[in-house]
């Protein structure tokens, strides 16, 4: 699998990126490289669509004794979750977002027929959303054999007036 690599500055707390470097994608032999980098420590972020995502990120320090790192992972494929997204009629609904937001998101679009799948672990909340209707927020699982997603149309309307003298929006 093609695994793309971000590479970002550690700044004392692992969890406080500086991003600074064009990420990176493995190449036939799953490898990558990056070079000519300060020494220091750095966080090295991996994804790969369709794999575990709990072994995303390590932490690599270069400094003038090791000047270069190896990092070996091994990717485990992720459950999907697949569904369908209708309208209350039954109707597929074409082009709506789902994605999850876990360590790292993911999304996708249904298709023609209404239907997705997204890399999901555990039980886990997804989100729909399609302009002019309802955003909907639902605990999917992967062990569920197929989601039936209804979404409705959006009760809400946005209007600004604007007031004759001084423009002031209401």
Known sequence: AEVAIHLSFELGNPDILSYGWPDQRTDGEGR?????????????????PG????????????TGETPHASITLQLKSSPFVKGVVVDPDGNPLVGVTVRTMMAHTFSSRTGEDGRFSLPLQGTTTVYFSK???ARIEKKL???????KVEMSLSARLDVRLRTPRGGAEL
Do not use: M
């Open 32 to 48: 990558f490289r990056f070079t000519s980098l300060p020494l220091r420590r750095y966080g090295v972020h991996f994804c790969a």
């Open 51 to 62: 794999y575990d995502v709990s072994l995303w990120r390590k932490s690599v320090t270069l």
């Open 141 to 147: 699982s992967a062990d569920v054999e197929e989601a």
């Open 131 to 133: 302009a002019g209707f």
